[in-house]
C-alpha cells in the first residue's frame, strides 16, 4: 500500500491546478495525479510482464508509443470539457509541436521509470536463484568420497581385525578422520590446505591396504599451513592416480604442493596403467567444472598422458 500511496500523495501535491476555479481544484488535482499514473502502472502491470519480459521489444515500444498517443488525444478531447471549471480569463493555448514534444518526454521518462522495477526485481530475482543453484551444485560436486571405496576399506578392515588389530585401529581412526572431514569440516566453505593434505594422506594410507605395492610420496613447502582453499578441490586427482595406477608393475603417486606469491601450485604424477583408460573421469570432469566455478579465468590446469606417467598440473591464485 505504502509504495503505491507515496507517489500518488506526492503527485497530488505537486500537480498545480491554479487556473481553475477553488471549488474544483481537489478533483482536479485527483483526476491529474490518476492521469499521471496510468502510463507508469499500465507499463508495469500490463506492457512490462506480457511483452518485455518475454522478449516482444518491437510490440512494446509500439504499444508504448501507442499508449501515451492516447494519453494526449485525451488531453486535447478534454480541455473543451474543463473550459467552464477555468477562472475568469483563464483559457488554453493552442497546441504546438513542443508541447507534444514534452508531453512524450515526460511520459516516456515516466515508463522508463516504472520499468526500472520490475526489470530490478527480475535480475534480483534471478541472481538469487542463480547463486543458490550454483551453490547446490558446487555443494554436489565436492562430494567425492566414493561408497566403492568405504566398501573395500570395510572389507580390509574386517580382515584386520582378525590379523593385525594395531593396524585395524590405525585404520578405523583414518577413517574416522576421512568422515570427520567431509561432515563437517568441509561444510564451512573454504579450509586449510593442510587440512586437505591430512585428508589425502589418510586416504592414500587407506588405499595402500588394497594396494602393497603402492608406493606413496606428498610434499609441501612449509607456507601451505597458511593457505585457505575450496575442500575437495584436490583430492578428484589424487583418486584419479589411484584407479588408473599400473598395479602390475611399479605403481606409484607423488604429489607435491608448493605457493608461490598469490598462487598455488599442485603436481600429480602416477605411474599409468598399461590397460585401456579414459583420460581423467567423472571425477575430473567435476573438478574442472568447479575450477570454473570458483576460479572463473584465475586457474591453469595441465594433464599430460606418455603412456607410462599420467601428470597432473595445477596453479590457481589463491
Known amino acids: 500500500m505504502l509504495q503505491h500511496l507515496t507517489p500518488?500523495?506526492?503527485?497530488?501535491?505537486?500537480?498545480?491546478?491554479?487556473?481553475?476555479?477553488?471549488?474544483?481544484?481537489?478533483?482536479?488535482?485527483?483526476?491529474?495525479?490518476?492521469?499521471?499514473?496510468?502510463?507508469?502502472?499500465?507499463n508495469q502491470y500490463v506492457l512490462v510482464p506480457r511483452f518485455l519480459l518475454r522478449f516482444r521489444y518491437y510490440a512494446y515500444a509500439a504499444l508504448v508509443l501507442l499508449l501515451i498517443t492516447l494519453l494526449f488525444g485525451v488531453t486535447v478531447w478534454s480541455?473543451?470539457?474543463?473550459v467552464p471549471m477555468l477562472?475568469?480569463?483563464?483559457?488554453?493555448?493552442?497546441?504546438?509541436?513542443?508541447?507534444?514534444?514534452?508531453?512524450?518526454?515526460?511520459?516516456?521518462?515516466?515508463?522508463a521509470a516504472s520499468s526500472a522495477i520490475p526489470?530490478?526485481?527480475?535480475?534480483?530475482?534471478?541472481?538469487?536463484?542463480?547463486?543458490?543453484?550454483?551453490?547446490?551444485?558446487?555443494?554436489?560436486?565436492?562430494?567425492?568420497?566414493?561408497?566403492?571405496?568405504?566398501?573395500?576399506?570395510?572389507?580390509?578392515?574386517?580382515?584386520?581385525?582378525?590379523?593385525?588389530?594395531?593396524?585395524a585401529s590405525a585404520v578405523v581412526h583414518s577413517l574416522s578422520r576421512l568422515l570427520r572431514y567431509q561432515l563437517y569440516l568441509s561444510g564451512n566453505g573454504k579450509i586449510c590446505l593442510r587440512q586437505e593434505l591430512d585428508f589425502m594422506?589418510?586416504?592414500?594410507?587407506?588405499?595402500?591396504?588394497?594396494?602393497?605395492?603402492?608406493?606413496?610420496r606428498v610434499?609441501?613447502?612449509?607456507?601451505?599451513?597458511?593457505?585457505?582453499?575450496?575442500?575437495?578441490?584436490?583430492?578428484?586427482?589424487?583418486?584419479?592416480?589411484?584407479?588408473?595406477?599400473?598395479?602390475?608393475?611399479?605403481a606409484y603417486i607423488h604429489v607435491h604442493v608448493s605457493v608461490a606469491p598469490g598462487s598455488l601450485h599442485f603436481t600429480c604424477v602416477n605411474a599409468v596403467s598399461h590397460e585401456p583408460v579414459a583420460d581423467g573421469g567423472a571425477g575430473l570432469k567435476n573438478v574442472r567444472r568447479r575450477l570454473s566455478l570458483l576460479y572463473p579465468g584465475q586457474h591453469t590446469l595441465r594433464t599430460e598422458n606418455n603412456g607410462e606417467v599420467y601428470t597432473v598440473t595445477l596453479t590457481f591464485n589463491i
Open 8 to 42: 500518488a500523495v506526492v503527485l497530488y501535491f505537486i500537480v498545480g491546478m491554479n487556473d481553475y476555479q477553488v471549488q474544483w481544484q481537489p478533483l482536479l488535482k485527483i483526476l491529474g495525479t490518476l492521469f499521471i499514473l496510468t502510463a507508469p502502472y499500465v
Open 79 to 82: 480541455e473543451p470539457l474543463l
Open 87 to 111: 477562472k475568469t480569463g483563464k483559457a488554453f493555448a493552442p497546441y504546438q509541436v513542443k508541447d507534444m514534444v514534452v508531453f512524450f518526454v515526460m511520459m516516456l521518462s515516466l515508463v
Open 119 to 167: 526489470l530490478f526485481w527480475q535480475w534480483v530475482q534471478a541472481s538469487y536463484h542463480r547463486t543458490a543453484s550454483l551453490q547446490t551444485e558446487l555443494e554436489n560436486l565436492k562430494k567425492q568420497l566414493s561408497p566403492h571405496f568405504l566398501f573395500n576399506t570395510l572389507n580390509n578392515l574386517d580382515t584386520l581385525i582378525y590379523t593385525d588389530q594395531q593396524r
Open 201 to 216: 594422506e589418510d586416504f592414500l594410507y587407506l588405499e595402500q591396504l588394497r594396494h602393497d605395492i603402492l608406493e606413496v
Open 219 to 250: 610434499t609441501a613447502d612449509d607456507s601451505v599451513k597458511d593457505v585457505l582453499l575450496h575442500p575437495f578441490l584436490l583430492m578428484p586427482f589424487v583418486e584419479n592416480a589411484v584407479k588408473h595406477n599400473n598395479y602390475n608393475g611399479n
